[in-house]
């Protein structure tokens, strides 16, 4: 009944260790054969070493065609998913990417046409979907807790400013940043987003709005079921990762807060403070990055289609897009002004 | 140096009888004169009495024409607000006037140049900008807490749907319910609004569809000072008056969460529990009332201009008609196009 | 049905002018005819002229005697209690007295002897029962909610020190201070305290140890139905007036924390921040003076019997009598070793 | 500079797997040579080899013996972990062991005199120091945030009563479940436990009386520097395993409250609710497992005096001693009576 897999992770960067570890501490009766990253330098092999990785390749179609493996992770540079995940596909291995699968919708498209055609599993990843709050708000919803969802609203704010050259290359604040929000807005509500209205600005770094794109942002959204949905961002929040979500609705509302870094309170003369909640997504979504390969294997195991999938992921750039032409032209927009 | 006042209250209905009963209780030191209302019944003479009311007339004019009277509490209908304002202006007496002023921009300005022509004062009651928790946070802004502002969030919603007759003559959810936030978000960023994208539909009571109102809304805001504004109301809100204020800003952010209706919280083998929010804005905001009548007598004795002022309310009632466009052409709506 | 009262108030000091507002404002249908005071200063004529005091003395058996006065409260200095509540028992009078009714056990049994034997109504004015928070607790434990009470822990303590003349005169700190836990404690649990250990020190202030009394204390109770209890007092938590009380049962725990001041937080880039806890008892406890005596007239209304009543307020003496002695002797204290 | 180890653990229970996986997982400077178990079962083999062990023995003098292995981990029964420590700290070898060292005091006395003469560490396994909010809170009282405390409270309920035959041959529930908040009284407060008063009763289960230990527990503590304590047991919080440190001082006040199971509250028209806290100390203090480990090698490495070592645990259990003795006694007992 237990189905055992033989997996190669093609990407050991942040994401990819992350993954890799979880894989071996976490998920133990998962076989991990290769790791493959074009750059192999000492950091890598002497943490490939100390973590027990048994195969290093710069050569990303070892693991692609090594007949052994079943299952591929794919954790590399965004510009590079799409060919490893047709790659995969066509060598008939599970696949388990990175979001986003692409920045171009073309490519997006294509890519799920081979995986389809292919016929293999192909799970995105969302991590923030298997937070442990924001998994408890969406199985309370299923629950009929709050009976149909009517707004939704959700804070997604980094701590600080990344470096400008990852900004260039990054797609634009809509496809970057908010792309996770996109994705949890219509997890939560259960239905896709219809139109979107985003707005924004550089308010933080004028280097940012030199690169005509923004740090602050907000949006408005319609679903397809009628909820109204509310979004904003900034690259900048001093305080620290602040990521909630609220589902207000027909029997009652959900609000899942940021989890905190203690419970400690301290009372003076003056004031009552806590400490800052966690830094960054390191911190705070550490967890869900297990439970979602935990879930990953589950689905595998059960041949069931993973969620989230290729459509989704999809369908998140599709919003984003929208979101990028509703700021240029300062207008809501549908989704089907950019899906045609 | 305490100036003394003698005051009269046009409108003894459920928000003027809370002046009413503030001044008695709780400013002793101004003499209420009289009280009119044009509906004198048993229940309001048997309340007059036991408050300690001196005179009760049915005819407002009663007030506007005793020259003892300086000052003039105007609590009567909306559609009457602008006529009373006027005459008491042209009587030269100091003036609180519920929001809003009027309902039509022509009269709200031939009501302001009026009250600017005779040189009185008046204050347009927003009496949630004296709620402890909003003022804390305007205080902590205003002091430089959180740096500049960058997005807001208010959150407005009511607990339960009034009578369909009162929404048919309500003006629209965006003048008659989100009135305060317009106000509220220009209170706590210090800046105008330029541009509102709303939208909103019925979603829960289809009655209210039929009138072509909503009672479900979301809105974007863009202010002159570059910050960005989200919003949300809905007629019916469960679980209690909810009602909540964000400022987020480039040093810090401000959350005012709801006041809760005690502290208790019960802990059993199922769950953990806590007594629902206070139902509605009598409870609410009862304390707000009271401060911002003091707040109007400390402005009047010192000889200042009041704030919330006619020019505010004002603003707020522009903002409610560009909302209003926006949602019928579902298009972002400068306040300019409205205020030509 | 609706009986109405005719009262007066015996001391008009800090404690007593809020009985004689709350009468005023917040119970019309009793009728407030005479105030008594030892000491009348232009301060008491000026507030008793504008609150609206029909009658001013300096002599309580004004009060006592005057037979159209059918109930009394009151609010006098300690040491007279016992009297006026004899006199006015004796008078026939319904009688709210302030706690303690005095601090010599001799005296206050054969007071309640007195009121006993002349069939009159005794409430005294233990009001943090009627707190909303305190109030909400009982009520949930009434209701089942925990099961049956297994250990109550109530921690009290006042933000500043008193003067060390008003500490010299208290009767020490069991009796001045902690006489509100251990009502709270018998009043939550359902229960008499049988046995008492206390336990303290002068750790604030050495003028206090010099007088032979505690600053900071401790105790542990047992109750006759099994249920155990902790105490902490302080008299100085810089932070504000700390006021929780947590009840833990079979089935659940309740938890009654302090009320916030506001509910606004403030995120930096540093920490967390609150505003501080309301600063003292006047603040915190404000309504439940206005409560109780809504309470004292309802009961009297129904002829029932008040609660907390006489009876209750001797055990509370009983308790701090026991528990000075446990501090002196360094031991666990019956109740019955005070009341034989 | 880097001190590599190499280690033996003997017991592979519950904890001793816990210990284990965390020296593998999160110290991979450390070298897990072998794991000594009395009982070796398939359950323990097929761990053992999927967790990478290298060598397991039923003979715990395997490790002892071993020369190569420098450092030695005990989470056997109690009954052995004065032998244990014995013998490793004859072998030479850094000892970590678990809480208690011995229920009786002579043996703890004599073992503590063995590592004395030997030289070698031995650090006792508080894990709760090691937690994250108690950390905080002491860390915080040592950096003077809260001035001198003056009134420590432990609140520390299990959710659920152990098996009979557990209690049976715990020692009492003072010294099996008290031990740690002992522990943590004097940790927080930096000062030694002098005198207890402990009470308590079986309110839960009659069994438990039987036997003639408790259930509940409460106890008061004096400090030798004038602090005093309150700690409360119950056996079983239905409503989760509760975990709450405070501590109030002459500037201030420390909570460190439970941690939360998520950050979700849910609003319905009933009520406001939110998950119970996690259900037992592998939820709760998983993390400070691995944190009192990465501690001890940091010590060992940096030839520094480990904290809590023996002296603490001989301290925490001359309380237990003492409070025990205080139950049957029904006095406050001195530790200087347990420990002469």
């Given at each position: 009944?237990?189905?055992?897999?033989?997996?190669g992770?093609?990407g050991?960067?942040?994401?990819g260790r992350?993954?890799?570890?979880?894989?071996?501490?976490?998920?133990p009766?998962v076989?991990?054969k290769?790791?493959a990253?074009?750059?192999?330098?000492?950091?890598?092999?002497?943490?490939?070493?100390?973590?027990g990785?048994p195969n290093l390749t710069?050569?990303?179609y070892?693991?692609?065609?090594?007949?052994?493996?079943?299952?591929?992770?794919?954790?590399?540079s965004?510009?590079?998913?799409?060919?490893?995940?047709?790659?995969?596909?066509?060598?008939?291995?599970s696949?388990?990417c990175?979001k986003?699968i692409?920045?171009?919708?073309i490519r997006i498209?294509?890519?799920?046409?081979?995986?389809?055609?292919?016929?293999?599993?192909?799970?995105?990843?969302?991590?923030?979907?298997?937070?442990?709050?924001?998994?408890?708000?969406k199985d309370l919803?299923m629950?009929?807790?709050?009976?149909?969802?009517q707004?939704?609203?959700?804070t997604s704010?980094?701590?600080?400013?990344p470096p400008?050259?990852?900004?260039?290359?990054?797609g634009g604040l809509f496809?970057?940043?908010t792309?996770?929000?996109?994705?949890?807005?219509?997890?939560q509500v259960?239905?896709d987003i219809?139109?979107?209205?985003?707005?924004?600005a550089?308010?933080i770094?004028p280097?940012?709005?030199?690169?005509?794109?923004?740090?602050?942002?907000?949006?408005l959204l319609k679903?397809?079921?009628?909820?109204?949905?509310?979004v904003?961002n900034?690259?900048?929040?001093?305080?620290g990762?602040?990521q909630?979500v609220e589902?207000f609705?027909?029997k009652?509302?959900l609000?899942?807060?940021?989890?905190?870094?203690?419970?400690?309170r301290?009372f003076?003369?003056?004031?009552i403070?806590?400490?800052?909640?966690?830094?960054?997504f390191?911190?705070?979504?550490?967890?869900?990055?297990?439970?979602?390969l935990?879930?990953?294997f589950?689905i595998?195991?059960?041949?069931?289609?993973?969620?989230?999938?290729g459509?989704?992921?999809?369908?998140?750039?599709l919003?984003a897009?929208a979101?990028?032409k509703?700021?240029?032209e300062?207008?809501?927009?549908?989704i089907?002004e950019?899906?045609?």
């Amino acid at each position: 009944m237990t189905k055992n897999f033989t997996i190669g992770v093609i990407g050991a960067g942040r994401i990819g260790r992350i993954h890799i570890e979880n894989v071996l501490r976490k998920i133990p009766e998962v076989k991990l054969k290769a790791v493959a990253d074009i750059k192999i330098d000492n950091d890598l092999k002497s943490w490939a070493n100390k973590i027990g990785v048994p195969n290093l390749t710069n050569n990303p179609y070892d693991i692609i065609k090594d007949s052994e493996i079943d299952t591929v992770i794919i954790a590399s540079s965004t510009e590079t998913h799409s060919e490893f995940i047709q790659q995969a596909a066509k060598a008939r291995k599970s696949i388990f990417c990175e979001k986003p699968i692409d920045i171009d919708l073309i490519r997006i498209k294509e890519t799920l046409d081979v995986v389809n055609r292919e016929g293999v599993k192909l799970m995105i990843g969302f991590n923030r979907r298997f937070d442990r709050n924001f998994k408890r708000v969406k199985d309370l919803i299923m629950s009929g807790q709050i009976g149909n969802p009517q707004i939704i609203k959700i804070t997604s704010r980094d701590p600080t400013l990344p470096p400008i050259n990852y900004i260039k290359n990054s797609g634009g604040l809509f496809i970057d940043m908010t792309i996770h929000d996109w994705d949890m807005a219509s997890f939560q509500v259960g239905s896709d987003i219809e139109e979107v209205y985003g707005n924004g600005a550089a308010l933080i770094d004028p280097e940012i709005k030199k690169l005509g794109d923004i740090d602050t942002a907000v949006a408005l959204l319609k679903f397809k079921n009628g909820t109204f949905g509310l979004v904003d961002n900034s690259r900048q929040a001093v305080y620290g990762y602040d990521q909630r979500v609220e589902v207000f609705g027909s029997k009652g509302c959900l609000i899942a807060n940021n989890e905190p870094s203690n419970t400690v309170r301290l009372f003076t003369a003056n004031t009552i403070k806590e400490d800052n909640i966690p830094y960054f997504f390191l911190e705070r979504y550490i967890d869900s990055y297990a439970e979602e390969l935990v879930y990953f294997f589950q689905i595998l195991r059960n041949n069931e289609e993973p969620s989230p999938n290729g459509i989704d992921g999809l369908k998140s750039v599709l919003v984003a897009l929208a979101a990028q032409k509703s700021l240029i032209e300062n207008r809501p927009v549908k989704i089907s002004e950019i899906d045609h």
